[in-house]
């Protein structure tokens, strides 16, 4: 919790601040009138054969008024700003790190997004920044199923991934994978065919996905080479029947997956005894690191 209330408390404090200073004046002077910026959202630009694709889930962002942290704000948002004319406003786009609304942070992938705007008094201008992939960051693994798939199943009981077209299970273009499951196949575990090498020192690493699934299932990371090898399950992610986006750190895990010969990551699901059938359907599957 320690970050949601480190959250809430600066905008509270900073909106009680300013209130304060607007309303209250000890020596009978005019306060000065705010200008505003509204943000309802934030986007990213991506070059869609070297990044794929532009789907994003940007929860907050940290906002800097001419290179001095304002603070962190849940979007939407309406933020007064005691300043007029040509003022630069730089922007940070935040995200729940694996999908947990008290883990918040600042995608160490996405650029800062600088606009200078002209500020009016009294006057609301929105804004919605635009952000894009860093230059620094590898992307090892991009897969948005339309020509490819790079999961394979890794128990024998486990059905594969197929290429999903109908309406309601594609995310976005023509294909999403995914995987149904019934009381006679009632579970599956499917994996990268490849692992892959992530730097264990100074480097930051993450699993971007949109999905959607009936039912709770585990994102996995294991090895093989190594000694030992490695299989451990590193998150829960829980039902969601509409399209949701997840960003899952796997930097903790990568230290001890150097010393093996590359690590590759998964997910496994199992149907309940409640259900007739389950369906778990993934898109945009991105490996990046810097």
Excluded at 198 to 209: A, D, G, H, K, T
Aim: hydrophobic share 35%.
């Amino acid at each position: 919790m320690k970050n949601t209330l480190s959250l809430y408390s600066w905008s509270s404090i900073l909106l009680s601040v300013l209130i304060l200073n607007f309303f209250c004046s000890c020596d009978g002077k005019e306060e000065p009138i705010p200008s505003y910026i509204h943000i309802p959202a934030g986007t990213i630009i991506s070059d869609y054969p070297s990044e794929g694709s532009n789907s994003s889930k940007i929860t907050d962002v940290w906002l800097f008024v001419e290179n001095n942290q304002l603070g962190v704000f849940e979007l939407p948002v309406t933020i007064p700003i005691l300043m007029e004319g040509d003022v630069k406003l730089s922007f940070q786009a935040g995200i729940f790190a694996d999908g947990i609304s008290s883990s918040r942070d600042r995608y160490p992938f996405y650029t800062f997004e600088t606009i200078n705007v002209d500020l009016k008094a009294g006057e609301i201008d929105t804004l919605i920044p635009e952000f894009q992939y860093q230059s620094n960051k590898t992307i090892l693994l991009k897969d948005d199923f339309e020509q490819s798939n790079n999961f394979e199943p890794k128990q024998v009981f486990s059905p594969p991934l197929f290429n999903a077209q109908e309406a309601g299970d594609v995310f976005e273009g023509g294909n999403s994978a995914c995987v149904t499951l019934s009381q006679d196949s009632p579970a599956f575990q499917v994996g990268t065919i490849s692992v892959f090498s992530l730097p264990p020192n100074n480097s930051r690493s993450y699993i971007e996905m949109d999905y959607k699934c009936d039912e709770t299932m585990q994102v996995y990371i294991y090895s093989i080479g190594g000694n030992p090898s490695i299989f451990q399950q590193i998150l829960s992610i829980k039902r969601s029947t509409d399209w949701n986006k997840i960003y899952m750190e796997l930097t903790p895990y990568v230290e001890e997956a150097g010393q093996n010969n590359g690590i590759g990551f998964g997910f496994v699901g199992e149907i309940s005894d409640t259900l007739e059938t389950s369906k778990y359907c993934f898109d945009n599957i991105k490996l990046i690191h810097n």
